[in-house]
């Protein structure tokens, strides 16, 4: 069974620093494009980034200079670094793998920026 395991979110204050990771399981991640996504409250879902199989990477606008994304294909991990957090960054992060006829998510992990 595939599994995408979320975790390093919390608490934090505006300003501060956090580490997603998500680690798979029972996937050749080395050829998915790998994705972070967030959901707040009473919103949709949208992709914050994204790193490809060949390790080009693309961010939504609202994170870009803040956030990177980044993947160890020996550890079957990706990374979503976020520094200068913002109280509007708060939502339930999601990781994905995709190949196009698979796509897979993980579970989520809360992040909540205060003010």
């Known amino acids: 069974q595939v599994q995408l395991v979320e975790s390093g979110g919390g608490l934090v204050q505006a300003g501060g620093s956090l580490r997603l990771s998500c680690v798979t399981s029972?996937?050749?991640?080395?050829?998915?494009?790998m994705g972070w996504y967030r959901q707040a409250p009473g919103k949709q879902r949208e992709l914050v980034a994204v790193?490809?199989?060949?390790?080009?990477?693309n961010y939504a606008d609202s994170v870009k200079g803040r956030f990177t994304i980044s993947r160890d294909n020996a550890k079957s991990t990706v990374y979503l670094q976020m520094n200068n957090l913002k109280p509007e960054d708060t939502a339930v992060y999601y990781c994905?793998?995709?190949?196009?006829?698979?796509?897979?998510w993980g579970q989520g992990t809360q992040v909540t920026v205060s003010s």
């Open positions: 994905n793998a995709n190949i196009g006829v698979s796509n897979y």
């Open positions: 029972r996937i050749t991640f080395s050829i998915y494009d």
């Open positions: 790193i490809t199989s060949g390790g080009s990477t």
